[in-house]
């Protein structure tokens, strides 16, 4: 039974990794320099002063070029650091930027807490998304749980995971 279980770990472990790849072979790193004119227009326009460290052509479920940057600006302890989506034409999509707990709504940590209870230290981005001249907010809370299951199916123990800037999970 043991072998049983570890076999079928494995293999989740093995299709979540493929899923992955095959996510992967969607998007690929591009040169700031060899971006669309118009992708490189739009940056410019919305963050003159900013600094692309990372770039990304990404294919989305749609079928639709969606360039994808990690943006920096500033130097030293005033550094700021975010990322940004454009579509292929230079419109802004969307900015995700990581915040601290003290800056989210009462609300959304409230759900958090509701529906896990252990986590108490997640990291946290304020996603914003552009559609015409509206724009909707959300925040992506990144949370890590060790769960321990007995072969019967009863959770026997549970603990947080404190995740790195990385999303490395080290134990709390």
Do not use: C, H
């Not at 992708?39 to 639709?64: L, W």
């Not at 990322?83 to 009462?106: C, Y």
């Amino acid at each position: 039974m043991q072998r049983r279980m570890e076999s079928g770990l494995a293999l989740v472990a093995i299709l979540g990794l493929t899923a992955m790849w095959s996510f992967a072979e969607e998007s690929k790193s591009i040169p700031p320099n060899k971006l669309p004119k118009k992708v490189q227009e739009g940056v410019k326009t919305e963050y003159p002063k900013a600094k692309i460290t990372d770039a990304m052509e990404v294919v989305n479920d749609k079928k639709e070029t969606i360039y994808t940057f990690d943006l920096e600006e500033g130097e030293g302890a005033k550094k700021a650091k975010w990322g940004a989506s454009f579509s292929a034409s230079g419109k802004l999509i969307e900015t995700m930027e990581q915040v601290n707990l003290a800056e989210i709504p009462k609300p959304v940590l409230g759900a958090l807490e509701k529906k896990y209870p252990l986590i108490k230290s997640p990291l946290a981005d304020k996603i914003t998304e552009y559609e015409g001249k509206a724009t909707k907010v959300s925040y992506s809370l990144r949370i890590a749980l060790r769960v321990k299951i007995s072969p019967a199916g009863k959770i026997v123990g549970e603990e947080e995971l404190v995740l790195s800037d990385d999303d490395e999970a080290d134990s709390k």
